[in-house]
């Protein structure tokens, strides 16, 4: 059986190292490509986009409007790390608002029946690198998790296809796990 194939987009991440790893780890193909020249479709290739954080551009609307093209036009499971979250957020219709500075790990609260949420318990340490925060979900989405300084520390689409999270997943326990249940969802 094939291995499946993850296309991450690297959106100016310190991490992209850590974020390919992780989804090597759980058994999948990973190619990287630079923001600034995603493919207009993925032809079959790939069962999978990840978008890593960013530096801070989510409101660009006009810089990001190839990847935000990808990201809606494709049919397969999508998610957003950090800015790659914010910057999908923006692009439905949803605002950032200054918060305070959070680095290391913090608690957030998940729902549990989210396929996204399978192999964590309902309080999940995480790991923050930012100020910026989604303050309510866009429409056509929902939080399926918050924390005491962000209220959508977790998106889901209502078709289910795009999830967000506000932290980054490629660090802790508990982030590989999430990314283990999104796994699932393309396996």
């Known amino acids: 059986m094939a291995k499946s194939r993850v296309l991450v987009v690297d959106n100016g991440t310190l991490s992209l190292k850590q974020l390919r790893a992780r989804f090597e780890h759980l058994g999948s193909e990973t190619d990287a490509v630079n923001v600034n020249s995603v493919p207009t479709g993925l032809g079959g290739r790939y069962q999978a986009i990840v ?6 551009r989510a409101y660009d609307t006009g810089f990001y409007r190839p990847l935000v093209d990808l990201v809606m036009g494709a049919d397969v ?3 957003g790390i950090c800015g790659g979250m914010q910057l999908i957020a923006v692009a439905a219709g949803g605002r950032l608002a200054e918060g305070p500075q959070r680095v290391g790990g913090h608690e957030a609260q998940v729902e549990p029946d989210e396929p996204l949420f399978t192999y964590v318990k309902p309080t999940v340490t995480v790991f923050h690198r930012h100020t910026l925060y989604l303050r309510e979900a866009p429409e056509g989405f929902r939080s ?24 980054h ?16 969802l393309y396996e």
Do not use: C, Y
Request: no cysteine.
């Open 144 to 167: 399926i998790g918050r924390s005491a300084h962000a209220p959508v520390e977790f998106l889901r689409s209502d078709d289910g296809r795009i999830h967000g999270a506000q932290a």
């Open 51 to 56: 978008l890593s954080g960013t530096k801070v």
């Open 169 to 184: 997943l490629e660090f802790r326990g508990d982030g590989l796990e999430i990314l283990r249940g999104f796994a699932r």
């Open 77 to 79: 499971p999508v998610l």
